[in-house]
């Protein structure tokens, strides 16, 4: 006994020493904070590369000979950047999927939870950022870091910042959007789904066939379970959920600016649920099964995108649409309540001569005539004021307008939410009866149980006592009769 005692001891020992601690996950933990900025890095280095191809593909078509290329130029540089965006997205996808995994085993967590929950979160953000950083761009940062005339930001000294089109970047939002949503959908998440596992499926066979040739066992019939062998082994259903969420997305956080979203994600997830069922039945093995409580980790996501969509759509419609500088000129500056005169009021001036050495114009005589002042679109002052070019008193107006809108979209689309969370429970009327009646059958089942327990107990020891009382002289005792038990029903416990 005391040497077990000691050998139990001496393992407990060595668990405690081979625990690990907050100093031995250190490195771990500071390698997974490196990582991640890395490749949030690497992914805005990429959306840069992007920019810099549309400005120099904008400027060299803009000096083609051909009139058909220049009368496109914008369209075309639009398009194939949204296609090389969705190249980029997907095959950084894949690799950000691998880093995620590689970084969660190095923190060694300590259950099989644990881990699927770090590997979801890393993964998440890194496919996140992959997917939305050029569309934030557009949405937010394009067209307002140009500078102004005479005083203009370029690239490299070469290349001027990019602008939006006269109407505002909506549209452009709205390209860029759709190829990125159109393109994940039916390249990864269907002709992927379902070429890769009959890829990996085709090598395995022709492996296998291999080994039979070699194994001179060619004439054999393979059984089902070797057939089921052959197949990709399931990894699980983290990818499908990863899907949806980036999907969810895709349709709520700028579904101001294409609002067809929802419609081409319910077409999607149409066509996705057959080919799921096709996959799983005929591409993948057998899943094993394992229990859950809820969707776990996945309904937090769910709930954060959600409250994010709510501020980035209420940002969307207020800065990168004309919507709030129309109502700010209509009800504030308009003299008689209406929009005539608003593009004039969005425009300032500006005079030629101040252009900056070796920026102005070639041919200043291309309209026919010298040009003096010309307009541009911005809330700035004449060059004939005392403060030439500083941001006027309208523009002050404008953004603290938008602001508010942002504001009070926010708290009043929130305030719905939660007026509708309440009308509507989570669980149905009639399912949530259901459950209560079955707690109360259960609890009137264990009630007649223990009843029946404790008269088979009050049984056997009536029959003891007869018992003794026959072999000794003395009278049997008389067992207490049992106290009669109201009705189960007339119980109801704390939990019900």
């Given at each position: 006994m005391q040497k077990s005692q000691k050998k139990e001891q001496g393992s407990l020992k060595k668990a405690e020493e081979e625990k690990l601690t907050c100093r031995d996950r250190l490195p771990a933990y500071m390698t997974n904070l490196v990582m991640m900025l890395l490749m949030i890095g690497v992914t805005f280095a990429i959306v840069f590369g992007v920019i810099l191809y549309r400005i120099s593909t904008k400027a060299a078509l803009h000096m083609s000979s051909n009139p058909i290329t220049r009368s496109h130029v914008r369209l075309t540089v639009k398009t194939t950047a949204a296609i090389l965006n969705l190249?980029?997205?997907?095959?950084?996808?894949?690799?950000?999927?691998?880093?995620?995994?590689?970084?969660?085993?190095?923190?060694?967590?300590?259950?099989?939870?644990?881990?699927?929950?770090?590997?979801?979160?890393?993964?998440?953000?890194?496919?996140?950022?992959?997917?939305?950083?050029?569309?934030?761009?557009?949405?937010?940062?394009?067209?307002?870091?140009?500078?102004?005339?005479?005083?203009?930001?370029?690239?490299?000294?070469?290349?001027?910042?990019?602008?939006?089109?006269?109407?505002g970047c909506l549209m452009e939002l709205c390209i860029q959007l759709s190829i990125t949503m159109l393109g994940k959908q039916l390249i990864q998440n269907n002709l992927f789904e379902i070429g890769v596992p009959k890829i990996k499926k085709l090598i395995r066979y022709i492996r296998s066939k291999r080994q039979a040739f070699q194994e001179e066992e060619r004439q054999k019939r393979l059984q089902r379970y070797e057939i089921d062998h052959v197949l990709e082994p399931f990894a699980g259903l983290t990818p499908e959920y990863m899907e949806m969420i980036i999907q969810?997305?895709?349709?709520?956080?700028?579904?101001?600016?294409?609002?067809?979203?929802?419609?081409?994600?319910?077409?999607?997830?149409?066509?996705?649920?057959?080919?799921?069922?096709?996959?799983?039945?005929?591409?993948?093995?057998?899943?094993?099964?394992?229990?859950?409580?809820?969707?776990?980790?996945?309904?937090?996501?769910?709930?954060?995108?959600?409250?994010?969509?709510?501020?980035?759509?209420?940002?969307?419609?207020?800065?990168?649409?004309?919507?709030?500088?129309?109502?700010?000129?209509?009800?504030?500056?308009?003299p008689d309540g209406s929009m005539f005169g608003f593009v004039n009021h969005t425009l300032s001036y500006f005079n030629v001569s101040h252009f900056?050495?070796?920026?102005?114009?070639?041919?200043?005589?291309?309209?026919?005539?010298?040009?003096?002042?010309?307009?541009?679109?911005?809330?700035?002052?004449?060059?004939?004021?005392?403060?030439?070019?500083?941001?006027?008193?309208?523009?002050?107006?404008?953004?603290?307008?938008?602001?508010?809108?942002?504001i009070v979209f926010q708290n009043v689309v929130m305030l719905m939410s939660d007026v509708v969370d309440w009308l509507i429970p989570d669980i149905p009327k009639d399912i949530s009866m259901q459950i209560h009646k079955e707690k109360i059958l259960m609890v009137e089942l264990f009630m007649r149980e223990e009843h029946g327990k404790m008269q088979r107990m009050g049984s056997t020891a009536s029959t003891g006592a007869k018992q003794k009382g026959g072999s000794n002289s003395y009278p049997p005792v008389p067992v207490a009769r049992q106290r009669s038990m109201p009705p189960?029903?007339?119980?109801?416990?704390?939990?019900v």
């Open positions: 190249v980029v997205i997907l095959i950084l996808d894949e690799v950000y999927g691998a880093v995620a995994r590689w970084l969660t085993v190095l923190e060694v967590p300590k259950t099989d939870k644990s881990f699927e929950q770090r590997l979801i979160f890393k993964t998440f953000i890194l496919k996140f950022v992959n997917a939305f950083t050029p569309i934030i761009y557009i949405a937010f940062f394009r067209g307002r870091l140009v500078g102004r005339p005479g005083s203009y930001l370029y690239v490299f000294e070469s290349y001027r910042m990019e602008e939006c089109a006269h109407g969810f997305g895709f349709v709520t956080l700028f579904v101001a600016s294409f609002p067809l979203a929802p419609l081409f994600a319910l077409l999607n997830n149409i066509i996705e649920i057959r080919l799921d069922a096709k996959k799983f039945v005929g591409e993948l093995q057998r899943p094993v099964a394992a229990r859950a409580k809820d969707i776990g980790i996945w309904y937090n996501l769910l709930k954060g995108v959600a409250k994010v969509a709510v501020i980035i759509n209420a940002f969307v419609i207020s800065f990168t649409s004309d919507f709030i500088p129309r109502l700010v000129y209509q009800y504030t500056y308009s900056q050495d070796g920026k102005e114009p070639m041919d200043p005589l291309h309209l026919g005539y010298a040009v003096e002042i010309c307009r541009y679109k911005d809330y700035r002052e004449p060059p004939w004021s005392t403060s030439p070019y500083e941001i006027s008193k309208e523009f002050w107006a404008v953004l603290a307008a938008r602001l508010a809108f942002v189960a029903h007339c119980y109801k416990p704390n939990n």
